[in-house]
């Protein structure tokens, strides 16, 4: 068959992404891939200078998605299937694009893993994410904030005339947009994949890209790079240089194993089986860094797989390819420039007794020279070569729709980013107030007692915000733009002039964002008088804001006033496992040991539990002294003292 794009439709048993927390992410959530300054001055000159440039200071202007729970129903998902006589990928462009499925239809075999659920959990810079297929990671350390969210789609030309299904959206976090290409050459084994990243402001911009692939870690799988040597990250944050051993997928917790594939060689990792047959990504050297991630064979890592699938599926690993050598590193991009780069992903055929042997060497070669022979490296560059003059080739037909933020920013700077239309009939309701600012130079306030619209925080709409009318909810999104930029000192202010003129019942965002200043501060007391204060004032109280004054009022000893903020909620709410684990600490803190081991005994399970988080051991701990039950083990990395 000739190649084709098509609609389709995937059930999966999923848990609902759920609605946006309304709070500004003032602060990042924890992310567990950081090192010490001492670690720093370890590491190579360029190393080092990438791992300090613009460390993301929060997710703003993206809101955190933990609206979601554990319940799981059957859900009809928009896809989009490309496919040759050769290969079928299936993309879902409401989850960001992500390929869900590859499938050598030949053979049948599934060349990526495939999560037969959609269950979100916390990973992604913006919270929700789940696991399997290849995922798009944009914008800084740490999955993307798209992960589930909708990115635009559409049909375009290839550069063998045939379809190419065309990805982007307007990565919001470093504003810049990107897009990713899919197209399968008539008979081809391989499924290329085109990726642009362009920079349309005057000034250089932070960049980070990561194309993250699981695949099926059944007993004996290996995976093969061309490296000897690999900086190896734990999750006890530590970065060192080490030689690549020949099992990294055998080890007891999560670890990253960053490849330090040497100049001039090939760029590929694979991941091959007990049979020699796995999946092979190969690209163009624009995108040099490779990785693998482990879960790890201990009782952390088997839960993580657990709770991010379902019970008696397989395990997975990530290969990944990436900008940099690490994930700790942000690239500058300069303005007006952009990077691109070709990746290609297929079936690789190896003789399991090389490939699986004691030489390391041996096995790489065995690798790479099948992959030759399958794809070689001059058909990538060819490839790459071909497919750039098509990247600025307009969509012939739209498929799905994404956000309307890039067409909000086109509209502002008058951008022309050709292959990747942002037209104005693309502007929608969360676009609107700030449409308004830029037409009249005032920004609509929301309907009382309401919670305020999503901040925007980039310097242009920060000048823009200082010069309008002042009023609460102005000086609100000037304090959250203000904060962005580092000046907290001046948010501050801001947010205690809006306060200043405030009405009853509008007051409590103003109060949370001066909470949220008092308690990075060090001023834990203030903090929690002014979390005390935005729970009272709130109408019907955020669940997200009573979670957050729970955490501030029980850190500044204050437990009778958490216990008032917390019985705001309804009952049912109360009943949600991030909750219950908020009673729990509650009851230890109003020294009720034993009714805090009973919630512990019942059971329940925190939906939107962090990546690394160790509250649930921390207070099992506390609680209970007993070593910790496999269903709360969530450990990524060995006990400290």
Not at 205 to 227: D, H, I, K, M
Not at 267 to 273: L, R
Not at 438 to 445: K, Y
Request: proline fraction near 10%; charged fraction near 20%.
């Amino acid at each position: 068959m000739a190649t084709a794009v098509r609609r389709a439709v995937l059930t999966l048993p999923a848990a609902s992404v759920g609605p946006e927390n309304p709070l500004p992410p003032l602060l990042p959530l924890d992310e567990a891939h950081t090192v010490d300054q001492d670690t720093l001055r370890t590491l190579p000159p360029r190393m080092a200078r990438q791992a300090r440039h613009a460390p993301l200071r929060s997710p703003l202007p993206a809101r955190i998605l933990d609206g979601y729970g554990r319940q799981r129903t059957p859900a009809r998902l928009d896809a989009l299937v490309i496919e040759n006589d050769r290969l079928r990928a299936t993309v879902l462009p409401s989850l960001g694009g992500r390929v869900h499925s590859l499938v050598h239809k030949e053979t049948g075999r599934r060349l990526i893993y495939r999560n037969p659920v959609f269950q979100p959990a916390s990973f992604a810079l913006n919270g929700a994410w789940f696991s399997g297929g290849i995922e798009w990671n944009i914008g800084a350390t740490g999955h993307s904030a798209l992960s589930c969210l909708p990115v635009h789609a559409a049909v375009a030309t290839a550069p063998d005339g045939g379809p190419m299904l065309r990805l982007w959206e307007w990565e919001r976090l470093r504003d810049v947009p990107f897009q990713v290409d899919l197209w399968l050459p008539e008979d081809a084994d391989f499924l290329y994949a085109g990726v642009r990243i362009r920079n349309p402001h005057d000034g250089p911009v932070p960049v980070y890209w990561w194309s993250n692939t699981a695949v099926e870690q059944a007993p004996g799988t290996r995976v093969l790079v061309p490296a000897e040597e690999a900086w190896h990250y734990g999750y006890e944050r530590s970065l060192r240089r080490v030689p690549v051993p020949r099992r990294p997928l055998d080890g007891t917790y999560a670890a990253d194993w960053f490849y330090d594939v040497p100049d001039g060689e090939r760029k590929w990792i694979a991941a091959v089986g007990a049979d020699g047959r796995g999946l092979v990504q190969t690209s163009t050297d624009g995108l040099p860094g490779r990785k693998l991630f482990a879960w790890g064979a201990g009782p952390g890592g088997r839960r993580w797989q657990e709770w991010l699938t379902e019970p008696g599926t397989p395990g997975y690993a990530e290969i990944q390819a990436g900008l940099a050598r690490t994930q700790l590193e942000h690239v500058p991009l300069e303005g007006g420039g952009e990077f691109s780069w070709l990746e290609a992903y297929g079936p690789l055929d190896t003789d399991p007794a090389a490939v699986h042997g004691t030489d390391p060497r041996a096995a790489c070669a065995e690798a790479a020279a099948r992959l030759e022979e399958a794809l070689p490296r001059t058909a990538v560059e060819a490839a790459y070569t071909a497919w750039l003059p098509y990247a600025d080739v307009e969509p012939v037909e739209r498929l799905a729709t994404g956000s309307g933020w890039g067409a909000l920013e086109v509209a502002r700077g008058a951008f022309k980013l050709p292959g990747t239309p942002f037209g104005p009939e693309l502007i929608g309701p969360p676009q609107e107030p700030w449409a308004a600012l830029l037409a009249a130079g005032a920004l609509p306030a929301p309907e009382p007692g309401a919670a305020p619209y999503p901040s925007l925080v980039a310097r242009h709409w920060r000048d823009m915000l200082e010069t309008a009318p002042a009023d609460a909810h102005t000086e609100y999104h000037l304090g959250v733009a203000q904060w962005h930029a580092g000046d907290m000192a001046q948010a501050v202010r801001s947010w205690e002039r809006g306060l200043a003129c405030a009405v009853s019942g509008s007051r409590w965002p103003l109060l949370r964002c001066l909470a949220v200043a008092d308690r990075h501060g060090g001023h834990q007391r203030r903090a929690a008088e002014r979390y005390a204060a935005a729970v009272g004032d709130a109408a019907a109280p955020e669940p997200a804001l009573v979670r957050e004054a729970v955490a501030a009022l029980l850190a500044a000893g204050q437990p009778a006033p958490a216990r008032t903020a917390l019985e705001r909620l309804p009952a049912d709410v109360r009943e949600s496992g991030a909750f219950r684990l908020a009673e729990a600490e509650l009851l230890l803190a109003e020294g009720r040991r034993p009714a805090a081991r009973e919630i512990l005994d019942a059971g329940f399970e925190v939906a939107d539990l962090r990546e690394g988080a160790e509250a649930l051991g921390e207070l099992w701990e506390r609680v209970t002294g007993e070593p910790l039950p496999a269903a709360y083990d969530f450990r990524m990395r060995p006990a400290t003292n």
